[in-house]
């Protein structure tokens, strides 16, 4: 009976401290990412996990598209594969910082 009563206090700190069952989090953008989709001006447009001018980043991912064909994307967009969007401006950015943005897109889960 004793050793039910020492036991009590911790059960209680158990349950009032589990983790609340809340929505996972949307995966977060790499701070060197973030940084290209700033100077760029992507973010503009574009954010994670909510719809703003153009398709939430996890949506473009979901196209599983490889990094070569968003670059081409990017520098010529085909707005036929987004209906009920405006199409998105054709946008210049240098190969290798195209290939950083593209890379973690592709990753993207
Ligand atoms: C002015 C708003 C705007 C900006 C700035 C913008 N986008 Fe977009 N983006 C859109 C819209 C709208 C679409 C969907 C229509 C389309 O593809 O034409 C889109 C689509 C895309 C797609 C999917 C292309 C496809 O055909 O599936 C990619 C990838 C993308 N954007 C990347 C970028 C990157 C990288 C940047 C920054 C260099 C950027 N966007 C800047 C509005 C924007």
Redesign the pocket.
Known sequence: MKKTIAFLPLLILLVAFKPADTQPAPPEIPADVQSL?DK???A???AMSRKL???MWTD?AA?K?SAKR?AQ??AK???A??PG?????A?K?PKEDMNK?AKW?VNLK
């Open positions: 989709l760029y001006g992507c503009a447009c574009h001018v153009g398709p473009v196209k598209y968003i994307l990017v967009p085909e707005p594969n987004w969007y405006v199409p998105m401006v946008q950015v943005i897109l």
